[in-house]
């Protein structure tokens, strides 16, 4: 690459009143000042004052390395003393050669001597915390839906959960290692990423069996009820396996490098995919449920019943047709309330993990941006919603 062909590394003045518009994620300089990702500068222990009263009678500056690079990929250069050396990797992760990028406002000592390297350990902290808090959302409702999974597919599931731990925790030791080594641990996490893949078809081939016995089943409530019950265990087991793609795909990523928002959304698209299948057909199925309830017939006269009230009051102003009636209209609510609940849980699972890896990406931005005054450092997120 020529010296006309550099990617200048962007630099730009930042005035004092634009830092409420910036969301400061850490400050390189202190271990005490790391605010979790999206916190706004004004939001977190005043930071945003201390960040001011750093920078008193000092120009602050917004560095912003090019798409394709990261702030720890910059050291100095020995060619050129007004710039900094960009490490370039293809798209497996291995170095491939290096590229100089200059800068101007802030001298390229000064860009690569302010924490560059507690730039890339924040980033890796990130992805540690959203993987381990993902991991431990299952974790936390394994064991009651585990026992709903048949044996072999549990298995898949509980291997790739194993398998998601082990390896984000050998994230750091395995970058010690061979390319080969990486490459290795990256196919096995996407190896268990392809099991639970097929877990989830599993359960969506089991609700072909459940829409059957609607279909056949008569309009009451003691026929109607089992059958809603398998659905929600489908449903339930369905949001578990979901959550577990995200953890593997978030720490598919993490040994990629692959943490951009193009890399996010890939991951977004690919969960969504796997999903379709299960959600269209819960949908045909919500639908069938709906009018089979909307058909249930009660018993034609009953007793009242209910813990509210006097209950011997409302046996003499009830009639038991009366009673029968409002019997009938409760049931047929309460299992329609429930059948809408388990959409709004799937759509809501759905968004959290979208959300999870739209964090994970956040975090990526960091690694490329960066706010300074030539001697502190702070990671920042700017871009505009």
Same mark, same amino acid.
């Given at each position: 690459?020529?010296?006309?062909?550099?990617?200048?590394?962007?630099?730009?003045?930042?005035?004092?009143?634009?830092?409420?518009?910036?969301?400061?994620? /850490?400050?390189?300089?202190?271990?005490?000042?790391? /605010?979790?990702?999206?916190?706004?500068?004004?939001?977190?222990?005043?930071?945003?004052?201390?960040?001011?009263?750093?920078?008193?009678?000092?120009?602050?500056?917004?560095?912003?390395?090019?798409?394709?690079?990261?702030?720890?990929?910059?050291?100095?250069?020995?060619?050129?003393?007004?710039?900094?050396?960009?490490?370039?990797?293809? &798209?497996?992760?291995?170095?491939?050669?290096?590229?100089?990028?200059?800068?101007?406002?802030?001298?390229?000592?000064?860009?690569?001597?302010?924490?560059?390297?507690?730039?890339?350990?924040?980033?890796?902290?990130?992805?540690?915390?959203?993987?381990?808090?993902?991991?431990?959302?299952?974790?936390?409702?394994?064991?009651?839906?585990?026992?709903?999974?048949?044996?072999?597919?549990?298995?898949?599931?509980?291997?790739?959960?194993?398998?998601? !731990?082990?390896?984000?925790?050998?994230?750091?030791?395995?970058?010690?290692? &061979?390319?080969?080594?990486?490459?290795?641990?990256?196919?096995?996490?996407?190896?268990?990423?392809?099991?639970?893949?097929?877990?989830?078809?599993?359960?969506?081939?089991?609700?072909?069996?459940?829409?059957?016995?609607?279909?056949?089943?008569?309009?009451?409530?003691?026929?109607?009820?089992? +059958?809603?019950?398998?659905?929600?265990?489908?449903?339930? %087991?369905?949001?578990?396996?979901?959550?577990?793609?995200?953890?593997?795909?978030?720490?598919?990523?993490?040994?990629?490098?692959?943490?951009?928002?193009?890399?996010?959304?890939?991951?977004?698209?690919?969960?969504?995919?796997?999903?379709?299948?299960?959600?269209?057909?819960? %949908?045909?199925?919500? /639908?069938?449920?709906?009018?089979?309830?909307?058909?249930?017939?009660?018993?034609? $006269?009953?007793?009242?019943?209910?813990?509210?009230?006097?209950?011997?009051?409302? +046996?003499?102003?009830?009639?038991?047709?009366?009673?029968?009636?409002? %019997?009938?209209?409760?049931?047929?609510?309460?299992? !329609?309330?429930?059948?809408?609940?388990?959409?709004?849980? +799937?759509?809501?699972?759905?968004?959290?993990?979208?959300?999870? $890896?739209?964090?994970?990406?956040?975090?990526?931005?960091?690694?490329?941006? +960066?706010?300074?005054?030539?001697?502190?450092?702070?990671?920042?997120?700017?871009?505009?919603?």
């Amino acid at each position: 690459m020529s010296d006309k062909e550099l990617a200048p590394i962007s630099v730009e003045v930042v005035a004092i009143d634009d830092l409420n518009s910036i969301k400061v994620i /850490a400050n390189t300089t202190s271990k005490e000042n790391n /605010a979790g990702i999206g916190e706004r500068a004004d939001a977190f222990l005043g930071l945003a004052s201390d960040v001011i009263d750093l920078v008193e009678g000092k120009q602050l500056y917004k560095v912003e390395v090019p798409e394709g690079y990261s702030l720890k990929d910059l050291v100095a250069s020995k060619k050129d003393p007004e710039a900094v050396r960009a490490l370039v990797r293809d &798209p497996k992760g291995r170095l491939s050669g290096d590229v100089s990028l200059k800068a101007t406002g802030v001298s390229p000592a000064q860009i690569a001597s302010i924490g560059l390297a507690a730039a890339a350990m924040v980033v890796g902290q990130a992805y540690m915390t959203e993987i381990s808090d993902s991991l431990q959302r299952i974790d936390a409702k394994l064991e009651s839906i585990a026992s709903m999974i048949a044996g072999d597919q549990k298995a898949k599931v509980k291997n790739a959960l194993d398998i998601a !731990r082990t390896y984000a925790a050998l994230h750091d030791d395995y970058l010690q290692k &061979p390319a080969e080594a990486r490459q290795a641990a990256r196919n096995e996490i996407e190896g268990r990423y392809n099991d639970v893949g097929q877990v989830i078809d599993w359960i969506t081939e089991q609700l072909a069996g459940v829409e059957d016995g609607v279909r056949g089943a008569a309009e009451r409530e003691k026929d109607l009820e089992p +059958l809603l019950k398998e659905i929600q265990s489908y449903e339930a %087991q369905f949001g578990m396996c979901l959550q577990a793609l995200s953890a593997l795909a978030m720490t598919r990523m993490y040994y990629d490098g692959s943490m951009d928002d193009r890399s996010a959304l890939i991951e977004e698209q690919r969960i969504l995919d796997k999903s379709q299948g299960f959600l269209k057909k819960r %949908q045909v199925l919500a /639908a069938l449920m709906e009018m089979k309830i909307g058909g249930m017939k009660g018993a034609p $006269i009953a007793l009242p019943r209910g813990t509210q009230g006097n209950a011997l009051k409302r +046996l003499v102003s009830q009639t038991p047709r009366a009673a029968a009636k409002e %019997q009938l209209l409760e049931a047929k609510v309460e299992m !329609r309330t429930s059948l809408r609940s388990g959409e709004s849980k +799937l759509r809501s699972e759905a968004e959290d993990r979208k959300g999870e $890896i739209e964090r994970i990406a956040a975090a990526s931005r960091t690694a490329r941006t +960066l706010l300074t005054d030539g001697t502190d450092c702070w990671l920042i997120d700017d871009k505009k919603d």
